[in-house]
């Protein structure tokens, strides 16, 4: 055997890192170190230079979505009084508040909260009543929303004033320095790993893609949480030349032949992330394009950069960004086309996405299918709208490729 | 009597058609702005010159929005995008659209690729806003929007002009203040309806206008003899409490407003915008004070604090909360905001309202059984 088959895939490395950031977590509230609950584009550049242990309820509640507690948390949620109209990642976070329990998976409770509204105001909502729920202080940094395809100079000194601020406010929180040398160090990680992931994503271009688009959803927690870390860079370099050596090869993970290539277009459902999946997949379709893949990247140089860069991630883009990243990502991994999923949750996300599909479809020229659902919440998902939107995507990609086989 | 019954009157026509005010103020030569809500720097457009025009939505059915916004969008937004589309809104010369709330944030690019014909002036503010960054960000933000102003208008807006414009709007704050008071201390002769047609009037008027007409109303309403008033008295909170069959409700079961901590109310103008060298910094300034609304942030939810002040100065019996649907700031501040009311022991009724609800039973049924509770 050779060294390389020796190794652990990367997916495993990926997910062993996250369930490790986890534990880390754990361990630190244990030794009596502070622990924060962290927004999931909150610059980890601060927490990880500063060694402060954070956890994301987002990505707790993806998990407890994935694993079925969504209805039942949600449920629970309304039952205090909060509308079944918000972001099911926060009526998930509220039960759990709640009841400091969860069977699917449980975070350390905080003791105080970082919050950033790059990719949703809600989230400052969520983290107010936390706040004050919870009695403990609440540090935001503020990242407008983009009113054009570049991140203005007032922008860049008001969220670098911010970033100066919470280190200040942490430091006095957590007792911990800020080592700046660390933070740049901090930066340079991150963007390695920004870069290995950029070249992992970029082997869905190839045809078969190496992998299982869905493959994204899960690694992209990393991507998002860990990528300051040296684990996370040369997990994903990993990655990367495994689908590299893949490509090479011909070979994909996807099961079954990738006959229809599509962008997906939103969060994942994760309390229907099999049917979701399968009806794709047992139609040969995989997916090749997500805006998770270029968006988490976080290309930067130096302070102001990275300060730019968290005004760049979807969500906080112009639409015109926003519609190019999507229109570039699928013309790049030779789509055929694309399904837009209309997130209950996620009001911003869904504020535009009517207008999004109309001129992704016009750009791109490929058929395109809206379908109603929701991360974490089951009951907005119906699995017959979904199998008939995805037939009569499928139907229209056959009768495409048999024209141009003409 | 019959005189403040006339000025009302008079309010409430305003509020009926404001189309009219806005045929008037262009045939008077002047462009107008449409003005979304919430805090958007509109003295900017009333120093250039032109007639701000607040956009609150409307009581209709939506159609053509239904391309853009899904249905889960408030109707604020689907009402206001709604007459975009169907060309009702063309006399604008822009559009002030901010980006305080997830569902704001989609509304430039819908208004854009659906209405196309009047230009987006994109307003940001700081959510920071006690940050002397934040207050830096939204001065220049502002000064931003300045510019584009000017080139609508096509001239140039000085400070004075500005200063001058700041002057109006405070003015117009503290007489809507003193009329509020004065509408408190005479339910018999300022219904629920009429109290709000007589704030509202202000986004569609010259403020200097609306100022002279609520500063006559209210002298006229200080002049009456001390009435009693044997119904109840709330105090609102919310977005918008603007439904005539919610206002007509509150009348039908004797429920007077005693003050309110709605948006589109109260909070624009409870607070006045400062005096400052740079007039557009005192803009930026006034952010660092404003309470009770639910798209500014507020870490220890003031908000509940203010509102049980608001209440027991008010001596007011109850709270009532109209809940714009599908606002989720408004509902994510439902519950801690609640359980404050709570704890104050104040009692609390909660009508969800939406501008396209044609049944009000359910709503009335509720208030009915809030007013007995409180009489018992
Ligand atoms: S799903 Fe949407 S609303 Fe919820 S936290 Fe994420 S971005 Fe915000
Ligand atoms: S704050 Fe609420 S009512 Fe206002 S625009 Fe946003 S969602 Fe609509």
């Known amino acids: ?119 949703c105001n809600c989230m400052i909502k969520w983290y107010e009543n936390l706040a004050l729920e919870l009695d403990i202080p609440l540090l935001l940094i503020d990242i407008p929303h983009l009113d054009a395809k570049t991140c203005d100079e007032d922008r860049v000194a008001y969220i670098r004033a911010q970033f100066d601020d919470c280190i200040r406010q942490l430091e006095e929180i957590t007792g911990k320095k800020m080592d700046y040398d660390r933070l740049q160090e901090v930066m340079s990680i991150s963007q390695r790993s920004s870069q290995a992931w950029l070249r992992a994503v970029g082997y869905m271009s190839a045809e078969p893609s190496p992998f299982s688009g869905f493959d994204i959803f899960n690694n992209m927690a990393v991507a998002c949480v860990g990528r300051g870390t040296v684990e996370a860079a040369e997990a994903f370099e990993q990655l ?28 994942a459902c994760w309390s229907n992330l099999k049917f979701t999946y399968k009806t794709l997949q047992s139609r040969g379709i995989n997916l090749t394009a997500s805006v998770y893949g270029p968006a988490f990247s976080f290309l930067y140089s130096n302070l102001d950069e990275l300060m730019a860069a968290y005004s760049y991630v979807p969500n906080s883009m112009c639409f015109e960004s926003e519609l190019k990243l999507r229109v570039d990502d699928a013309i790049r991994n030779k789509v055929d086309g694309a399904v837009f999923h209309m997130n209950r949750s996620c009001k911003h996300w869904s504020g535009n996405l009517y207008e999004m599909e109309r001129q992704f479809r016009e750009q791109t020229g490929v058929p395109t299918i809206v379908f109603d659902g929701d991360q974490s919440d089951p009951r907005c998902f119906s699995e017959a709208q979904y199998e008939t939107r995805v037939d009569a995507l499928t139907e229209i990609m056959e009768e495409r490729k048999k024209e141009a086989a003409k | 009597m019959n005189e403040v019954k006339q000025m009302l009157a008079e309010l409430e026509a305003v509020c009926a058609d404001p189309k009219k005010q806005l045929s008037d103020a262009l045939t008077q030569g002047k462009k107008c702005i449409g003005v979304l809500p919430y805090f958007c720097p509109e003295e900017l457009a009333y120093a250039a010159g032109m007639q701000p025009f607040g956009l609150w939505g409307a009581e209709m059915q939506v159609n053509d929005s239904k391309r853009y916004y899904p249905a889960f969008i408030c109707s604020l937004l689907h009402t206001v995008l709604e007459m975009g589309l169907k060309g009702m809104l063309n006399d604008l010369s822009g559009i002030m659209v901010p980006i305080c709330c997830d569902s704001l944030k989609g509304f430039g690019a819908n208004w854009q690729y659906g209405v196309g014909t009047v230009p987006v002036i994109d307003v940001a503010w700081a959510q920071n806003r006690r940050l002397d960054a934040g207050t830096e960000f939204t001065r220049a933000q502002f000064r931003k929007v300045l510019g584009q102003l000017e080139e609508i208008a096509g001239h140039s807006i000085s400070d004075a ?35 709000c047609a007589a704030i509202k009037a202000g986004y569609f008027m010259d403020r200097a206008k609306h100022t002279e007409a609520l500063q006559t109303l209210t002298t006229k309403l200080n002049a009456l003899p001390e009435a009693s008033w044997d119904g109840l008295r709330v105090v609102t909170t919310g977005i918008l409490a603007d439904s005539p069959a919610l206002l007509q409700i509150l009348e ?19 607070v006045d915008t400062p005096v400052t060298d740079d007039p557009v910094l005192g803009m930026a300034k006034r952010f660092e004070t404003i309470e009770g609304c639910s798209v500014l942030f507020d870490p220890g939810k003031q908000r509940g604090n203010e509102l049980v002040e608001l209440a027991k100065a008010a001596h007011a019996d109850g709270i009532l909360w109209v809940m714009t649907k599908f606002c989720d700031p408004e509902e994510y501040d439902y519950v801690p905001v609640k359980r404050k009311i709570d704890a104050a022991g104040i009692p609390l009724l909660t009508v969800e309202v939406d501008q396209q609800m044609v049944n009000y039973e359910q709503a009335r049924s509720a208030v009915e059984a809030f007013a007995e509770m409180l009489r018992a």
């Open chain 1, 240 to 267: 990367a030349d495994e689908y590299e050596a893949l490509v090479k090869e011909g070979q994909s993970t996807f099961k079954g032949e990738e006959k229809y290539r599509i962008l997906f277009e939103g969060i």
């Open chain 2, 252 to 270: 039908d079961n004797h429920i007077a407003i005693a003050d309110d901590q709605i948006a589109q109310e109260s909070v624009f103008f409870r």
């Open chain 1, 1 to 119: 055997m050779t060294e390389m088959t020796e190794k652990k895939p990367a997916k495993i490395v990926l997910r062993d890192l996250q369930d490790k950031i986890a534990q880390d977590a754990w361990d630190a509230k244990q030794r009596g170190e502070k622990v924060g609950w962290c927004a999931s584009n909150f610059p980890q550049e601060i927490t990880t230079a500063m060694g402060i242990p954070v956890v994301y309820p987002e990505n707790m509640g993806a998990a407890v979505g994935a694993k079925g507690g969504g209805q039942r948390m949600c449920e629970y949620a309304e039952g205090m009084g909060y509308s079944n109209d918000l972001c099911s990642y926060s009526r998930i976070n509220f039960a759990y508040t709640d009841l400091k329990h969860c069977e699917e998976l449980e975070i350390p409770f905080p003791d105080f909260l970082l919050c950033c509204n790059n990719i």
């Open chain 2, 161 to 195: 002009d500005i200063t001058a414009a700041i002057s109006v709007y405070n003015k117009n704050r503290a007489a809507l203040r003193d009329f509020s008071a004065a509408a408190a201390r005479h339910p018999e002769a300022v219904s629920p309806s009429a109290r």
